[in-house]
């Protein structure tokens, strides 16, 4: 059967699945209050906004969207938690970047002139062997550059002279033997990025090609025939088909690490790098889609040197309940110079990264 590659996107901006709506991300041992994707919202019908974020509709309150967010921590007590290198990480950012600063309501915010001196800030500071990279994908309406167009023309230049390997959420089954698990799976493929502009596929194999030409190797992940049968089973669908994902990122960036530390990979090179949809990295997963995200497994196995960044364009952002729920939502809003790159961290391992807001 001929060779194909299936495409996720993540939920953010293109699963017709209520249960996708990006929820509030605890604070670190916060009690969640969510619902559990596998009950009573992932039955709730879908809704769409005009950014092209999916939310839901919650049963419990008849509201639209995803349930209010939790006020997160004040950043000081954020950082009082330190207590291994990427936590520490989190405070050498805000003493190194304190000139930078603006309280941003219960967040702080820092700016930049470029978003790649952003992110070499938040490398230096946090000195990490993974990062994890997590965007919101262009919808079809979307005319502006996009979240992995601007990452590699803007951030990979940064990070290639210090990684080793790339992993792109590219999901590619076996040459052949898979039969109509592979055709189920291409389905649900079909369906999960309907919404998205065209050009998103062809991005991330550029993205891809751009690693290698620096070096970096590219690498997508590949599926068993088992892994397919999964996703199709009648119990599957979409909600396997992001948990094959997360499984995948976690195993080949624990391989990729203990290769790393069998070979002694030159150490000026040291990180390893994944990019994807903005769930699959999450540090703190909502109760209930724990599985989604390998970013939990892979602090541990990174022995806490592992930094999530999620990359958003400002263009992309609504009002809409989906967009509030992220934990960096209203500190972005309280920003007064949102013309230049901010990060905006929330997490002792997790950090917004916010590309400039074009001119008004």
């Avoid at 050498?92 to 001196?117: D, M, P, V, W």
């Avoid at 596929?201 to 599926?223: F, H, M, S, T, W």
Wanted: net charge neutral; proline share 8%.
């Amino acid at each position: 059967m001929k060779r194909f590659l299936l495409r996720t996107w993540g939920c953010l901006a293109l699963l017709g699945a209520s249960h996708c709506a990006p929820a509030a991300r605890p604070a670190p041992g916060a009690p969640s209050s969510s619902p559990s994707a596998h009950t009573s919202d992932a039955a709730a019908p879908q809704a769409q906004n005009e950014g092209g974020v999916h939310v839901s509709s919650d049963k419990t309150t008849g509201a639209t969207g995803a349930p209010p967010p939790k006020s997160p921590p004040p950043a000081a007590e954020l950082h009082g938690a330190a207590t291994d290198k990427s936590s520490e990480g989190a405070l050498t950012f805000a003493q190194r970047n304190h000139s930078r600063a603006q309280e941003c309501g219960k967040l702080t915010c820092y700016s930049f002139s470029t978003a790649a001196e952003a992110l070499q800030a938040l490398l230096e500071a946090h000195q990490p062997v993974v990062v994890a990279f997590g965007e919101a994908h262009a919808p079809q309406h979307f005319a502006g550059a996009s979240t992995v167009s601007r990452f590699t023309q803007q951030l990979l230049p940064v990070l290639a002279p210090q990684s080793n390997r790339l992993l792109v959420e590219l999901l590619a089954p076996p040459k052949s033997g898979c039969g109509q698990a592979q055709v189920a799976a291409q389905k649900e493929s079909d369906q999960i990025t309907s919404g998205q502009k065209q050009e998103n596929k062809n991005e991330y194999l550029l993205l891809g090609n751009q690693a290698r030409q620096r070096k970096v190797v590219p690498d997508i992940l590949r599926a068993s025939c088992e892994d397919l049968a999964h996703i199709a089973a009648p119990e599957g669908g979409v909600l396997a088909y992001m948990e094959t994902i997360a499984r995948l990122f976690e195993r080949d960036v624990t391989e990729a690490l203990r290769r790393s530390r069998a070979t002694q990979n030159d150490p000026t090179r040291p990180l390893v790098l994944t990019y994807g949809g903005a769930l699959h990295n999450d540090v703190l997963p909502r109760a209930g889609r724990e599985t989604w995200s390998f970013a939990p497994t892979l602090v541990q196995t990174a022995e806490g040197r592992f930094l999530e960044v999620d990359l958003i364009v400002p263009e992309l952002i609504t009002a809409s309940d989906a967009w509030r729920s992220f934990a960096w939502y209203d500190a972005y809003q309280a920003s007064s110079n949102k013309a230049v790159p901010q990060v905006i961290p929330w997490g002792e391992h997790s950090a917004a990264l916010i590309f400039s807001a074009a001119a008004p």
